[in-house]
């Protein structure tokens, strides 16, 4: 398969579902996965690090997972926190129906599957969580983030797993750049989790949206 395949609409490959479990210090998981979608054979390690390693949300209020894939960051939250909204978001509407079908499986009635322009636009995240598509390419990539920490809580965080090699530490100082605060919380296996903060000026307005529930 083509690593392409995930970042299109509608992948082309045949499709395959297969199930494959998620184990977790705190949690286990069945879930489905298929081709055409990322890591379909098992837990990507970037997404294990960042599932295992980064904070708890710091504030109550809506779950984002960008680029979810067949679900296990938006799944995993979704059981820590099932009285949050948790929303997944991907291009890809083969991934978009797996999150779907594993969160109906898992008895999750808190997950929101949708495609990026399907988010309501009123909706505000305390949390993002994100195994980002670094291979989409720096400028798309840029432009996904952007748009998605645009709309954090003023009181929100985003935490971004990133390879040192695929380049965590220039995607750390770009975002400092850009007015957001970013630091990283722990390195692991090459790893950086990055906590990435809104632009401070991005306070004013932005209550639509939160939770509060915990």
């Known amino acids: ?12 490959v045949a499709s395959d579902r297969r199930p494959i479990t998620v184990s977790l210090p705190d949690l286990t998981l069945e879930l489905t996965t298929d081709t055409g979608v990322f890591s379909r054979n098992r837990l990507d390690p970037c997404t294990r690090i960042l ?15 960008i680029g979810c ?14 009285r949050l909204p948790v929303w997944a978001v991907d291009v890809n509407e083969r991934a978009l ?9 898992l008895e999750l009635g808190n997950v929101h599957a949708a495609l990026p ?7 505000r995240f305390a949390t993002i969580y994100s195994n980002p598509p670094i291979r989409i390419g720096k400028a798309a990539l ?7 920490l645009g709309r954090l809580t003023p009181d929100g965080s985003a935490f971004l797993v990133v390879q040192k090699h695929l380049g965590s530490d220039s995607l750390q100082k770009w975002l400092n750049e850009q007015g957001y ?34």
């Open 97 to 105: 129906e797996l999150v779907r079908l594993n969160a109906e499986a």
């Open 69 to 82: 894939g067949y679900g296990p960051i938006a799944l995993t939250w979704a059981s820590r926190r099932k």
């Open 117 to 123: 322009d399907d988010v309501p636009e009123d909706v």
């Open 1 to 12: 398969m083509s690593g392409s395949h995930y970042f299109t609409g509608a992948p082309e």
């Open 51 to 65: 599932l295992e390693h980064a904070p708890a949300p710091r504030v109550r209020g809506p779950i984002l997972d």
């Open 142 to 148: 840029r432009r996904l983030l952007t748009h998605w």
């Open 181 to 214: 605060p970013t630091s990283r919380v722990t390195s692991v296996n090459g790893s950086r989790i990055l906590e990435v903060r809104p632009r401070p000026e991005a306070g004013e307005g932005s209550e639509s949206g939160r939770g509060t529930t915990t």
